[in-house]
Each structure stands twice: as structure tokens, then as C-alpha cells.
């Protein structure tokens, strides 16, 4: 799969139903790929001084089979501009920026470096503006006009189309690691939104959210999780207590990430083929409640070499995700 990315933006009218309107004719033109976009960003204009802020958001086109050309993507793009904003030039005589209806800017086309008078791919001025480098991170984690390199360069950066990534659609009809992250109150929603990123990249059954852990839909959650609050299954529970009781009755093995005298070191546990392993993960303060500590099958440590007792949260659990998927992902 490879992919265009465009970035949508206004600062005069109703903006936000200009970049609608284009987002939506956009993915007409385009029938053949799968439109993704990010969320909006509010900014001052770059390059002159206006007392309108702009609306932009990106959009990502994904291809799976033969791509439109670099040229006729511009010509579809200039297109939709006329239409929705005739008569409304992006600069004045003089060369200079100017407040405008309507802008859609092609910043990158995996697998193509352009220059010439009509288009230049990726776009110059990319990386000196926050509204396009913002949505970009979202369509195309870790992207920057200094990544895109040749096909043949083996320090250049994997886009999400080198990486081949699952739309939502796709990962939720998949099977899944049997694997799955229980949250006891978990407080901080960073922290909750950064275990379904996680539970994301290692095809987690579910998440399963406790007590005071936060749920989706929450801007602070998806802030860290970055849409995977969407793909991750994740259920609910009052207390820990009965979400260990349901999946103890659905055969799963218990296991508390938590220091205990009997504790195991995370390197040393081997899950068995085909076992389900529920890992629960603690308060960041208390830890893991000492009722489900005492009725967990396996207890398990992550060796630790520094000064303090204890890493954040969610970085145990990725930790300790990775080594169990790690595991049962070959199985």
C-alpha cells in the first residue's frame, strides 16, 4: 500500500465547512483509496501577518494497487480549490501570502521525490509549518521531508506504507495475540491511552479497564493512544475483582506485573503454547491491589539495575507485553 498526503486549510468564510467540503470531494475524486484524516489545527498564518487563523487537517489517501500520478493529483487538487474558491488567489500581485478561502497542499507521495515548476514533492516549506507537520505525525508517525530518501538507502525512515499497517477494519477482523492488559485503576488517562497504543502494535485481545481507570471516548486518552482507543477491543469492569473472575472463567492465566517475594523475573517466564495470559498492571501509586495479588496464578518482575523501586506504568507494561507477545506470537 502506498499513500498521498495532502493537507486542507482555510482562513476566510466558513471555514470549517470549506475543509469539509474539500475532505469530501477529495475522497470522491479518489474513489479507489481508503481516506484517512487527522484532526484539526488552529494557527496563525505563516509567512504574513492577518488577524484570521487558519483551519487545516491533513489527509491520507492509501492505494493498494497502481496510484494516480504526481501531476494529475495536483490538477484533481486545483480543481476542487476553483470550485469551491473561484476567485480566490493564495497570493497577491507582489508574490506575498494573503488570507484565502480555500488551500489543499499535496506535502507527500510515498515513494516519490519531484521538483519541478508545478510541483515539488515533499513540499519545501513542510517541515517549517506546525499545522502540516501536527497532522502528519497522525497520517504518518515519525515522517519528515528529511526521511523521504531513495527506495535503495537503508537508513531512510519506514513510512506506514513500508510498514504495511492494518486499516481498523482489517485489525479487528484479524486474530488476535491471546494476550490481554487489565487496567486497576489506572489514574492517569496519558497513561491509559499510551497501554491501548501498545495493546495496538502486539494485537491485544482487549483491554480491560477498572474501577477508576478512565474509558473511551476521551481527548486525554487518545492525546497518547492515537486512535487506538478505535482498533483495541476493551470492556469495563466496576472492580478488578470481577474482571479477574470473568476471565478466570474464560481460562485465562492470571498474571500481576508487581514486585512480590515470590515473584518471577519477566525474562524467565515462558508462556505455554497456546496459553491465554491476562497480564494485570497496577495503580501508579499503590500498585496492583494486594486481593488480586494474592489470587494471581503468576507474579512477575521486570530486573531493574537503577536507584528507583519502579518504571511508569506504561512502560512496564509495554515491557512486559512485548516479552509475552514476544512468546505467544510464534506460536
Not at 493564495?90 to 506535502?107: E, P, T, W
Request: include cysteine.
Amino acid at each position: 500500500m502506498r499513500s498521498i498526503y495532502l493537507n486542507i486549510g482555510s482562513n476566510r468564510g466558513d471555514s470549517r465547512a470549506l475543509v469539509e467540503e474539500a475532505v469530501r470531494r477529495v475522497a470522491a475524486a479518489f474513489p479507489q483509496a481508503l481516506l484517512r484524516r487527522s484532526h484539526a489545527v488552529t494557527s496563525q498564518p505563516w509567512g504574513y501577518q492577518s488577524e484570521n487563523p487558519f483551519l487545516n487537517l491533513g489527509v491520507a489517501l492509501d492505494f493498494d494497487g497502481e496510484m494516480p500520478q504526481p501531476l494529475d493529483v495536483l490538477a484533481a487538487t486545483q480543481g476542487i480549490e476553483r470550485a469551491l474558491a473561484p476567485d480566490s488567489p493564495h497570493r497577491n500581485a507582489d508574490g506575498s501570502y494573503r488570507d484565502r478561502l480555500l488551500d489543499i497542499d499535496i506535502i507527500h507521495i510515498d515513494g516519490v521525490r519531484m521538483d519541478t515548476p508545478e510541483l515539488t514533492l515533499p513540499h519545501p516549506r513542510a517541515a517549517a509549518r506546525r499545522f502540516v507537520m501536527e497532522p502528519m505525525q497522525v497520517l504518518c508517525p515519525g515522517w519528515s521531508p528529511d526521511s523521504v530518501a531513495a527506495d535503495d538507502d537503508p537508513h531512510a525512515k519506514k513510512t506506514i506504507a513500508d510498514m504495511a499497517r492494518d486499516d481498523v477494519a482489517t485489525f479487528r477482523a484479524k486474530p488476535k495475540t491471546p494476550l490481554c492488559v487489565v487496567l486497576d485503576n489506572i489514574r492517569s488517562l496519558n497513561n491509559i491511552g499510551s497501554i491501548f497504543r501498545t495493546a495496538d502494535a502486539f494485537m491485544l485481545d482487549s483491554v480491560v479497564l477498572c474501577g477508576i481507570s478512565a474509558t473511551p471516548p476521551d481527548p486525554a486518552i487518545h492525546k497518547t493512544a492515537l486512535g487506538a482507543e478505535e482498533s483495541v477491543a476493551w470492556r469495563y469492569f466496576d472492580t478488578t475483582a470481577e474482571a479477574v473472575a470473568s476471565l478466570r472463567a474464560q481460562g485465562w492465566t492470571i498474571c500481576c506485573l508487581e514486585q512480590v517475594h515470590g515473584s518471577v523475573d519477566l525474562d524467565a517466564f515462558v508462556p505455554a503454547p497456546g496459553q491465554k495470559i491476562a497480564l494485570v498492571s497496577g495503580n501508579e501509586v499503590a500498585g496492583v491491589d494486594p486481593a488480586i495479588v494474592r489470587g494471581a496464578d503468576v507474579w512477575l518482575e521486570i530486573p531493574q539495575a537503577g536507584t528507583k523501586h519502579s518504571l511508569n506504568v506504561a512502560v512496564s507494561t509495554a515491557i512486559a507485553l512485548w516479552h509475552l507477545y514476544s512468546h505467544l506470537s510464534r506460536r
